[in-house]
């Protein structure tokens, strides 16, 4: 693997993407669903590597001889991981299909994990694009959202991964308790000058089974309501497009270029393998995809995959209905839309011509020539009943 190659350029196709799920966490964050586990004695990294290997070996069989165009080590706190694991799992991936030079490898991490020997030692392994999970520019805000660092870690691993790795994102959190849209627009601003080219902005959810859940239920954690997260919502796209970072996905911005392949390929509804516990993935066989699930708890899953080959839990054929719906839920995120003659393929119809006008009609969603749909920037505020029209 030549980690100096430069990033190939987005072809627009889905691709084939591999998800790797590290699902330790130094603490878990209250508003947090992921799966994610905190562990106070040292985690087994060499007994996990192996399990990890001997996993993508069942997910090679399944499926098939693949180019890969993008890997994605999520979690958890992948920036838990030693570099050498990191460089393993790299090099399994290699060996079981093929990963040409320059595709783009990311790698979450979190500001309090950071450390310049550590990414070095990342970057040397093969990746290439780091993604921090920052969260807010604002001390009182990171100590709400439960998490380990503080401004100043933040601004530290964002000047490290910017001199070490040839793309870097972070994330934040809006429409935080309290949050009025001229403060959220003045922390936007802030983020965007710290930014290269890549900012995935989400507004808070509250998920159910999360401290979060119980607290909001009990009327001790007030967020804000629909019209303030419209507002705010509508405050981080006019100011992404003034400044050069324009949506193109409901919660991600980028420079035109810069966006992220792997995410891309689930948006696209391409194909991806996923390993590690927790992990789910996609593989089409024949007419079918193939949802895939593994088990979530790691040390479950660890003796699963040591008895088995794999971790796997569920495997479940998505007929064509099935799939249509997929995309049309994963593709109308995107600003570039949903590719129709794929849609009408898997679907074997065309959308209603009654409920597409009345769409066309209140502005909610628009035709880009005869090829693609998409939502308007309206119909991205009410996405879920928009994809619930079109569906029927």
């Known amino acids: 693997m030549n980690i100096d ?5 987005d072809t627009g196709e889905p691709g084939f993407g591999i998800y790797v799920h590290w699902p330790f ?9 992921f799966n994610s586990h905190v562990r106070h004695q040292p985690v087994d990294q060499p007994r996990f590597t192996s399990a990890f290997l001997n996993e993508m070996e069942t997910m090679r069989r399944m499926s098939g001889p693949k180019t890969v165009t993008s890997i994605f080590l999520g979690g958890g706190t992948p920036s838990l991981m030693e570099p050498a694991t990191v460089a393993a799992v790299l090099e399994g991936i290699a060996r079981h299909w093929h990963v040409p030079d320059g595709i783009e490898i990311t790698m979450e991490a979190n500001p309090s994990s950071v450390e310049a020997e550590r990414f070095r030692g990342y970057r ?7 993604s921090l999970g920052v969260q807010a520019l604002n001390d009182e805000d990171l100590k709400f959202l439960g998490r380990l660092h503080d401004v100043a870690d933040a601004l530290k691993a964002i000047r490290l991964a910017r001199g070490i790795f040839p793309r870097m994102s972070f994330d934040l959190i809006y429409a935080r308790p ?4 001229a403060a959220w627009e003045a922390e936007l601003k802030q983020a965007i000058s710290y930014a290269v080219d890549h900012l995935s ?6 998920e159910e089974g999360t401290p979060f859940f119980g607290l909001h239920k009990a009327g001790k954690l007030i967020v804000p309501d629909g019209d303030q997260s419209a507002d705010l919502y509508e405050a981080t796209q006019e100011i992404t497009a003034r400044h050069g970072m324009p949506a193109y996905e409901v919660s991600n911005h980028a420079r035109p270029g810069a ?4 995410n891309l390929t689930y948006w696209r509804y391409g194909d991806y393998a996923g390993i ?3 992990a789910h993935g996609r593989l089409t066989r024949g007419p079918h995809k193939i949802a895939l699930a593994t088990e979530r708890r790691p040390e479950t899953w660890l003796e699963q995959v040591e008895a088995h080959g794999h971790g796997l839990v569920d495997q479940e054929e998505l007929g064509r209905d099935e799939q249509a719906d ?3 839920l994963m593709g109308l995120r995107l600003t570039e839309g949903v590719d129709l003659a794929r849609w009408q393929q898997l679907s074997g119809r065309d959308p209603d011509p009654q409920r597409e006008q009345i769409l066309l009609e209140h502005g909610f969603i628009e035709r880009l020539g005869n090829s693609r749909l998409r939502c308007t920037p309206k119909g991205m505020l009410i996405l879920d009943a928009v994809v619930a029209d079109l569906a029927c």
């Open 5 to 9: 190659a430069p990033l190939l350029p």
């Open 276 to 278: 590690g516990p927790g």
């Open 259 to 262: 966006e992220s392949r792997h």
């Open 201 to 206: 902005l989400y507004q808070l959810t509250i």
């Open 25 to 33: 966490c130094a603490a878990k964050c209250p508003y947090c669903d």
């Open 178 to 181: 309290r949050q009025t849209v």
């Open 326 to 328: 997929e995309l049309l």
């Open 124 to 130: 040397a392994a093969g990746v290439n694009r780091v």
